[in-house]
């Protein structure tokens, strides 16, 4: 069985930085074999991609949203993606989704093959 944990997710002013982490296990998943990835859901709308990293780190993707905002890294030793979040925005404000996948590009895309239960961040004007 395969579990995504996620951490980090609170209340922050605009302007403000808060540091997502997501740690895996499972005794069939090789997290270094898996791209991972951010997601996020505000009310009312849908699930959108916010970041995505290969497994070895070499290749990152962001949404236009975050990017310069938002940096994703991961540690593979540790089975841990983090998502460090400057400059919040309150349209920042969401459920933070950690995933997995088999490359970036599958990610990028929403083809997710496991998925965490979220975390909150709201980001108060």
């Known amino acids: 069985q395969v579990q995504l944990v996620e951490s980090g997710g609170g209340l922050v002013q605009a302007g403000g930085s808060l540091r997502l982490s997501c740690t895996a296990s499972g005794r069939t998943f090789t997290f270094s074999s898996y791209a991972m990835g951010w997601f996020r859901q505000a009310p009312g709308k849908e699930r959108e991609f916010v970041a995505t990293i290969t497994w070895s780190a070499d290749g990152k993707s962001y949404a236009d949203s975050v990017k310069g905002r938002f940096t994703i890294s991961r540690d593979n030793a540790k089975k841990t993606v983090s998502l460090q979040m400057n400059n919040l925005k309150p349209e920042d404000t969401a459920v933070y989704y950690c995933?997995?996948?088999?490359?970036?590009?599958?990610?990028?895309?929403?083809?997710?093959?496991?998925w965490g239960q979220g975390t909150q961040v709201t980001v108060s004007s």
């Open positions: 995933a997995a996948g088999t490359t970036l590009a599958v990610v990028s895309s929403g083809g997710v093959s496991y």
